[in-house]
């Protein structure tokens, strides 16, 4: 367990981040802007963790069938609502986002899923390296977060599970987050704060505005 004073930017009021304020290490949970696939239990439906180029995301993907990697602002654009929250000890983050990018599968998979109709080759030549062996890193499963504890040697992930091995890796700590509401309403470890809030209103949103004035 960590021994060092914690130190969380944690703000008094709504914070409104730029893209350039996120470090590696951090987490983001979202929420989609099309409320037709907000089916899943809990008001957010995805978690992903910045990579170590504090560029990009790491995350698990149904549609990927993987791990993948995407640019932030390419992830950013698929939800209306992201919360970011930050552990306190940045070095610790780092390391988990390092560990994250190392679960990586192909990264022929990347910014799913927005994926262009052409990448339905390349998935499917990912399939065939698999089958040689040449594909590396976990497949995907929805209840990879759901077991109590997580194996060592898991070889499927979710979008949970994965941030939350990437943190038990790098702080020795299994925080037994289930689902993305776990770590974004009910954390009580203090390792995590939330640090601010990505928003974008959805164009349904943005008319019943207009409608107000």
């Not at 549609?63 to 939800?79: E, H, K, M, Q, W």
């Not at 020795?172 to 009580?188: F, I, M, N, Q, S």
Request: one cysteine or more.
């Amino acid at each position: 367990m960590l021994e060092k004073a914690k130190i969380l930017a944690t703000p008094k009021t709504e914070t409104r981040l730029n893209v350039g304020e996120l470090r590696p290490g951090d987490i983001l949970a979202a929420r989609w802007a099309d409320e037709e696939r907000n089916g899943t239990p809990g008001f957010w439906n995805h978690l992903a963790i910045v990579g170590t180029d504090g560029k990009s995301v790491v995350e698990a993907q149904k549609s990927a069938d993987g791990v993948v990697t995407a640019p932030i602002n390419s992830f950013l654009a698929r939800y209306s609502d992201v919360d970011v929250f930050r552990f306190f000890d940045s070095e610790t983050s780092r390391r988990a986002a390092a560990f994250a990018e190392s679960r990586v599968a192909l990264e022929t998979f990347l910014t799913p899923p927005l994926r262009p109709e052409g990448e339905k080759e390349k998935r499917e030549i990912g399939e065939s390296e698999r089958k040689k062996g040449e594909r590396s890193g976990p497949r995907y499963s929805w209840s990879a977060s759901l077991a109590p504890f997580l194996r060592s040697d898991a070889a499927t992930e979710n979008c949970v599970s994965l941030v939350r091995r990437a943190y038990w890796e790098a702080a020795g700590v299994d925080y037994r987050w289930k689902t993305p509401d776990d770590l974004a309403r009910w954390d009580k470890s203090g390792d995590f704060a939330k640090i601010g809030r990505f928003c974008r209103l959805t164009n349904r949103r943005k008319e019943n505005e207009m409608e107000t004035r």
